[in-house]
């Protein structure tokens, strides 16, 4: 009966707040049902406990966030672990997130992407359970999976379980990219897996069990409340922007093969209105698409700000979907050497997101696509074996 209530309540929250339009949201998918909904099979592990949640802006039950879900089904939430971005996923790309109390419903709110990205033992105290639910897109290079490698870590250490909510990746249908050299390891890159891996978020957490990658080869009690009518070659729409600057289906199809930029001199668009949609540079001889790029919420600091670049338009263009298109850097270098402007940036950002330093020097000798491509295919293959293990979907 408590559980057929908890159920009932959460599902009634969920239906009022949807025909009431409470927030402009993109249409939901509902063929399928994401691990929250599935409440079933995780409200009775929660009821009664103290519960971590770590969650942001995507952590929504349709159209209502999971920490109001579940206080109306009067679970108790001691603090919520927030990661890049916030809570509310609003900061800027690698901006410092200090610690402070949600003003909407007086939980503390412990930072992630602050002083630590790890949960200490005494953020922990008195916490009986972690809940995780955060969508990914599927990048090596997207820091949500390193979070949830340090929570994992701090949960096994803390003799604390973890259930992870599972939710669709946007990018499942294909695996591309080099695979991470150990020796090039940062939160942008944790793992030896490829750029494009090719799983979900609950998925990556049985993998990195699985593949004793926490501190020491300790082992998280992990439980994965998985997807209904879900596989990895259903195209799913995101009901809600993952972080400020993927607004969008062709923002998040576009971002693993825009993101190596970051670590160049040419702007993605941040401080526009079509982040990670179109590219350019001020020095650069493209001028048949502009832009400029503007502070705004999101993209304080914008690489090239005030300035007016020329590049590409990629809004009208079909993305390549079963691949990294490594066209737009091979095409954006030739332009530097022509107009005789710096590429690559100082410093090792580069070699961090693509997860070695062979991709720049590819690139540097003029190696074709196909040539670059081919040089990290035994290693995908060798990965794929490795995938198989921890797939939920088929």
């Given at each position: 009966m408590v559980q057929m209530f908890l159920n009932m309540t959460i599902y009634a929250l969920v239906f009022f707040s949807c025909i009431s339009g409470a927030e402009e949201s993109i249409p939901f998918d509902g063929r399928i049902v994401i691990g929250a909904e599935n409440t079933n099979n995780y409200l009775p592990l929660i009821s009664n406990k103290s519960v971590g949640l770590i969650v942001n802006q995507t952590s929504r039950i349709r159209n209502v966030h999971i920490v109001d879900s579940l206080l109306n089904a009067n679970i108790r939430i001691s603090k919520i672990f927030a990661p890049e971005h916030g809570f509310r996923g609003q900061a800027d790309a690698g901006e410092k997130v200090e610690n402070n109390i949600d003003l909407r419903t007086g939980i503390e709110i412990v930072s992630l992407y602050g002083k630590s990205k790890k949960p200490e033992p005494k953020d922990l105290e008195g916490i009986d359970i972690l809940v995780f639910d955060i969508q990914d897109v599927g990048a090596r290079f997207y820091t949500y999976i390193s979070t949830l490698h340090y929570v994992m870590e701090a949960?096994?250490?803390?003799?604390?379980?973890?259930?992870?909510?599972?939710?669709?990746?946007?990018?499942?249908?294909?695996?591309?990219?080099?695979?991470?050299?150990?020796?090039?390891?940062?939160?942008?890159?944790?793992?030896?897996?490829?750029?494009?891996?090719?799983?979900?978020?609950?998925?990556?957490?049985?993998?990195?069990?699985?593949?004793?990658?926490?501190?020491?080869?300790?082992?998280?009690?992990?439980?994965?409340i998985p997807c209904m009518n879900y596989n990895h070659d259903i195209h799913y729409v995101l009901p809600?922007?993952?972080?400020?600057?993927?607004?969008?289906?062709?923002?998040?199809?576009?971002?693993?093969?825009?993101?190596?930029?970051?670590?160049?001199?040419?702007?993605?668009?941040?401080?526009?209105?079509?982040?990670?949609?179109?590219?350019?540079?001020?020095?650069?001889?493209?001028?048949?698409?502009?832009?400029?790029?503007?502070?705004?919420?999101?993209?304080?600091?914008?690489?090239?700000?005030?300035?007016?670049?020329?590049?590409?338009?990629?809004?009208?263009?079909?993305?390549v979907r079963d691949r990294l298109d490594l066209s737009y850097l091979i095409s954006m270098f030739k332009e530097s050497e022509d107009q005789n402007f710096n590429f690559f940036n100082e410093g090792n950002f580069f070699e961090l997101l693509s997860g070695s330093a062979a991709l720049k020097k590819m690139i540097k000798l003029h190696y074709t696509e196909e040539e670059i491509r081919v040089s990290w295919q035994t290693d995908i293959e060798k990965f794929k074996t490795v995938r198989s293990k921890y797939l939920i979907y088929e």
């Open positions: 949960a096994a250490e803390n003799n604390i379980k973890l259930i992870v909510l599972d939710r669709p990746n946007p990018n499942a249908h294909y695996i591309d990219g080099p695979i991470l050299k150990k020796e090039f390891k940062s939160f942008v890159g944790m793992h030896p897996v490829p750029v494009v891996y090719g799983m979900t978020i609950g998925e990556y957490a049985r993998m990195i069990n699985g593949e004793n990658w926490l501190n020491d080869g300790i082992q998280c009690d992990l439980e994965i809600v922007r993952p972080s400020p600057n993927l607004p969008n289906s062709l923002s998040i199809a576009l971002y693993p093969s825009l993101c190596f930029f970051e670590g160049t001199s040419v702007s993605v668009g941040r401080g526009t209105d079509t982040p990670f949609q179109v590219f350019g540079h001020p020095e650069s001889s493209k001028k048949e698409f502009s832009f400029v790029p503007e502070s705004k919420s999101g993209a304080k600091y914008p690489k090239h700000e005030g300035k007016e670049c020329f590049g590409f338009d990629l809004r009208k263009k079909i993305p």
